[in-house]
């Protein structure tokens, strides 16, 4: 099994306007700042880019609006997974046509408590409906927020019945022993950790990189840190994103992201958001202004 | 303050047809059944409706065809909240504007550990987007799936807010203390058990009957529960109730329901489910044919 390349994909934040409407210039402007930043590619439309508060047509929307603003679709890998499976497959089958790298794909994730029977048969519902050789899903696991984990069983009932279509994991429950385990059981698939302080382990142990938050901020710290790996600057740079992600883990996770990219943009409509978040309040402005200053410039072009 | 009207609306279990597609024709025969068993309304597209295994379009279609079948749409609370404000917008004013007698709302449920204020600007900005000065709001508290609680002090501030918008409220958590201080703090919404083995305290108490799943197998005896009350009938109405309900609770519910809806209509269509549900197992048979017996025809017209 040849090693997986070491990847920083950015779950790029979705930028509203006044009406809050999906802002698509500055979706595209953010996207191309992250990718000239060193990001190999993004993963939007997951829960960083609260997705989750848009609708069907507002994600295709966005989507080809990333694409048509010279995004390569070869790297980008956009959420996908509803709670009603009907969208699911609906944007799977779009971001496959369009020629997406793959789809992130979260469980339906309304109904707790249910059979792991029911939740194969929810993504091989996905998978034979879309109908797409070109087809690559990303098994989506975040308990915390969908209830429903992605277990090492239902990995391989999973790649037994569709090997060439699963091609990642991205795990955002944040466990160690989880990801250490996923990668060395399926050293197939790529798994992608959610925290930048995990990249080393993760890279030691065979995984994929990593899909992080606050890689919105601090892109080309955490490409730093991925081009250091094995070197003598490692330290280093494992010890700056790391500062920045401390700092982020103290605060409301997504509104926080959201007010560091519009301080960093210098751009206050970056942050933004649909309820049910709020705005950061003024008590959080010093450590957003502390992750700030130590990701430097961090996504302008 | 006048006490409510004690009713039972049934969360109608939404049927699928052979291709997975929603059955109409079976959900306007359900719906029609459960009201000559007595049934003062129907709450379709709820949790046990799988409507959150639903996309928008086949929510409004669904809706449509129960009107266009007959029924008063006076007599339909139907769910309408989605993890998108953008959906839950658009299938309230959907159902507003077919003359619904209200919508059953949850909070945006993706997001876990979200502030209060952001629940309450959720709603606010569903009430003001639709617009409409007769959309009337039954507030969805079901906090082991939506993970986003009702509280009272969020109830207090929407009342405020919109005294003539918000006008119930149901309470699928099941612990009776809620409720009853729900109940107490604020008469002048109708609040509704999920269960209805809870109705001798919840009338009593001033609160409006109940919306329970198991209502879709044993209307006739919930109803004969409600007209009992206050009577010599009342114990044993009350026992026929809980005896049926008690079953279902030691039973994968929404499967279970519809399994026991399949059995008394003998038509096995009635038990199909969306993944991530899946069919009861056999040995579930006996259980859920006592919870038959025990309800007669049931929803037979």
Chains 1, 2 share one sequence.
């Not at 059979?115 to 993504?123: K, L, R, T």
């Amino acid at each position: 099994m040849t090693p997986h390349k070491i990847e920083l994909y950015v779950p790029a934040i979705t930028p509203f306007a006044a009406d809050m409407s999906v802002d698509h210039a500055r979706l595209v402007a953010h996207a191309r700042a992250l990718l000239a930043a060193g990001a190999h590619g993004l993963a939007p439309f997951g829960t960083t880019s609260e997705a989750n508060s848009m609708s069907v047509a507002e994600r295709m929307a966005a989507l080809e609006a990333l694409i048509e603003g010279g995004i390569d679709p070869q790297v980008l890998i956009p959420g996908t997974g509803c709670a009603a499976l009907p969208d699911t497959v609906a944007l799977s089958a779009h971001a496959t046509r369009l020629g997406c790298r793959g789809v992130l794909v979260l469980p339906p994730f309304y109904y707790k408590g249910v059979p792991e029977d029911g939740v194969f048969a929810a993504f091989a519902q996905v998978i034979e409906t879309v109908g797409a050789a070109d087809l690559g899903v990303y098994l989506y696991h975040i308990p915390q927020m969908s209830g429903v984990p992605i277990t090492p069983a239902l990995i391989e009932r999973l790649l037994k019945a569709y090997p060439g279509t699963i091609r990642g994991l991205k795990d955002s429950a944040g466990k160690w022993d989880y990801a250490r385990d996923v990668i060395a059981a399926f050293p197939e698939i790529a798994t992608y950790s959610a925290s930048e302080a995990m990249i080393v382990k993760n890279a030691a142990a065979g995984g994929g990189g990593c899909i992080s938050a606050s890689s919105n901020v601090n892109p080309a710290g955490i490409r730093a840190l991925i081009d250091a790996l094995g070197t003598p600057a490692e330290d280093a740079a494992l010890a700056q994103v790391s500062a920045v992600r401390a700092i982020f883990e103290g605060l409301p996770l997504i509104p926080a992201i959201k007010a560091a990219v519009a301080a960093q943009q210098d751009d206050p409509a970056y942050a933004r958001l649909r309820p049910p978040f709020m705005p950061t309040g003024a008590e959080h402005a010093d450590a957003i202004a502390r992750a700030v200053a130590l990701s430097g410039d961090g996504v302008a072009a």
